[in-house]
Nanobody, 122 residues
Framework: QVQLVESGGGLVEAGGSLRLSCATS????????MGWFRQAPGKEREFVGF????????LYANSVKGRFTISRDNAKNTVYLQMNSLKPEDTAVYYC???????????????WGQGTQVTVSS
């Protein structure tokens, strides 16, 4: 079992930045690839970013590419999502998730955090 806890969400003005953290516990963190997803009210949960367990590979949704950066510190069992140049359309609940797959599909993720709210005002 892997437990995931997100933090760092909040209210920010358009153009601002936030850094989300996802702390993990339970089974060894390092064999898992990690993903960030988000869900806005009335919408499906969508992929945001992926990082392999070695951090050699990162993937991003087109909507966030060039603005968001995903990273991880395996010594701290933590994954991060640095979000810059935030837009009102980035408003959503953000979730981190763990997978043994190389995937952007939420159905391939085995463990999920409870989510953290990000609100971007215009």
């Amino acid at each position: 079992q892997v437990q995931l806890v997100e933090s760092g969400g909040g209210l920010v003005e358009a153009g601002g930045s936030l850094r989300l953290s996802c702390a993990t516990s339970g089974r060894a963190f390092s064999p898992y690839a990690m993903g960030w997803f988000r869900q806005a009210p009335g919408k499906e949960r969508e992929f945001v970013g992926f990082i392999s367990y070695s951090a050699n590979t990162t993937l991003y949704a087109n909507s966030v590419k060039g603005r968001f950066t995903i990273s991880r510190d395996n010594a701290k069992n933590t994954v991060y999502l640095q979000m810059n140049s935030l837009k009102p359309e980035d408003t959503a609940v953000y979730y981190c998730a763990a997978t043994r797959s190389y995937s952007t599909d939420k159905s391939d993720y085995n463990y999920w955090g409870q989510g953290t709210q990000v609100t971007v005002s215009s």
